[in-house]
């Protein structure tokens, strides 16, 4: 079949217009002809993140960033273009992170391994933004601005307090404060070297006394070791035992047995002691009233005195005549 000069020429264009196309969209990064997998995530920033930027799995590279778009709500729609038969769930993550220093920002799928439903091409991933190394310097760096300049702020008011205080008067009170210190240092010193003079002097008797409290403690320890090995337990049980004696006399005593029991709750031998008690007294001071009733000595044969009974007051006391 023999094709028309018009035919080829639209021919032509066609293939010319078709690879012009696919030429256009290669270098923007896309293929007509590629069958892999789109996913998309959902950003507030993309933090410096490019178009055709990689798109890796536990740091092998799977894909690639096609394009970045602004939603309505001023978020960001990235789509990224995975090149991979690995599966990749539903539940995984798309975290823009710092590759480097100077390597710029990239997306790193983080994969749910117990999630067992794949994605498919169109479906959203959860999304997350690392910080890179200067933002992390830099939110560490602010705080401690912050304390340095407060830091500052008091040194400054530290300082003028200071100056208000140290006038000319408590600067002379400093310098007088520093002298008697410098006395004081001085003298202790002094007292020091006297002290170590003192030790140096009496150290044998130092030592002799140590010596002393030692052969003591060793004493001590033997006295301690005889206390241990005493019986004890015997001279409890006689002390029991006397304790027990003691207590079966006292209730003895308190039930009126025995003679000591029958003084203490006798009555009538109470008053017995007591009446024996008052006419002995009375006897007494009758005796040393009248001693010529009880002793008579007479050279000439006088007759004995008959005796009189003593007058006595209310109180039982003999009235003297």
Do not use: C
């Amino acid at each position: 079949m023999k094709l028309s000069r018009e035919l080829k020429t639209a021919i032509l264009v066609i293939l010319a217009i078709a690879l012009f196309i696919w030429g256009f969209n290669f270098l923007k990064g896309k293929n007509l002809f590629d069958t892999s997998k789109k996913l998309y995530a959902v950003y507030e920033n993309v933090s410096g993140l490019v178009p055709a930027a990689p798109v890796t799995l536990n740091g092998l590279k799977i894909g690639r960033v096609n394009s970045i778009k602004i939603n309505p709500d001023g978020k960001l729609l990235v789509q990224m273009q995975i090149d991979t038969d690995f599966p990749i769930s539903k539940s995984s993550t798309a975290e823009i992170y710092d590759s480097g220093l100077v390597g710029g920002r990239e997306i790193a799928i983080i994969p749910n391994f117990e999630d067992k439903l794949e994605t498919e091409s169109g479906d959203y991933l959860k999304s997350s933004n690392k910080l890179g190394l200067t933002d992390a310097l830099a939110k560490e760096i602010v705080p401690i601005k912050d304390k340095i300049e407060k830091l500052l702020d008091n040194a400054n008011a530290l300082f003028a307090n200071v100056n208000e205080v140290l006038d000319e008067q408590g600067k002379a009170n400093l310098k007088n404060s520093l002298v008697e210190f410098n006395k004081t240092m001085t003298e202790f010193s002094g007292v020091s070297k006297n002290l170590n003079q003192l030790l140096a002097e009496n150290k044998s008797k130092l030592d002799k006394t140590f010596t002393n409290l030692d052969k003591t403690t060793s004493n001590f320890v033997a006295i301690s070791d005889s206390l241990a090995k005493a019986d004890f337990g015997q001279t409890v049980k006689n002390l029991e035992k006397t304790l027990a004696s003691v207590d079966k006399l006292l209730a003895d005593m308190e039930q009126g047995n025995g003679t000591m029991g029958k003084l203490m709750k006798d009555e009538a031998m109470y008053n017995n002691f007591t009446q024996a008690s008052k006419e002995l007294e009375l006897l007494l001071q009758d005796l040393r009233l009248h001693p010529t009733r009880y002793v008579n000595v007479s050279l000439f044969g006088k007759k004995e005195k008959p005796y009189k009974s003593p007058e006595v007051n209310e109180n039982n006391e003999q009235i003297k005549k």
